[in-house]
């Protein structure tokens, strides 16, 4: 699967972004999909996880304000975040994600990613 991540900006602290992550190979429907981001200095981690049948999991720094989804005839999935603040500065990028565990897989590839800086 080659990824495109896109949508990131610079915010000011309570706005709103909407990330976009374009997705190809004809695998992309049966996959799990998340969307991790990388703060500088700091391990990649997940944030939002959805499966292939739109079931949705967040990381509790997140919940309540991003939401992840997907539309699979498009192979597409989006994140949309809500009432952003400064520690969500990072790059983020999708990618598949695992079924079960809550962790970040050792992939070697994450695709280009987007840069979300939100100011104070």
């Known amino acids: 699967v080659q990824l495109q991540a896109s949508g990131g900006g610079l915010v000011q602290s309570g706005g709103s972004l909407r990330l976009s992550c374009a997705a190809s190979g004809s695998s992309f429907s049966i996959n799990h999909m998340g969307w991790y981001r990388q703060a500088p200095g700091k391990q990649r981690e997940l944030v939002a996880r959805i499966t292939y049948g739109g079931n949705t999991n967040y990381a509790e720094s997140v919940k309540g304000r991003f939401t992840i989804s997907r539309d699979n005839a498009r192979n597409m999935v989006y994140l949309r975040m809500n009432s952003l603040k400064p520690e969500d500065t990072a790059v983020y990028y999708c990618?598949?994600?695992?079924?079960?565990?809550?962790?970040?897989?050792?992939?070697?590839?994450w695709g280009q990613g987007t840069q979300v800086t939100v100011s104070s």
């Open positions: 990618n598949k994600a695992l079924a079960l565990a809550w962790e970040v897989p050792r992939y070697d590839y």
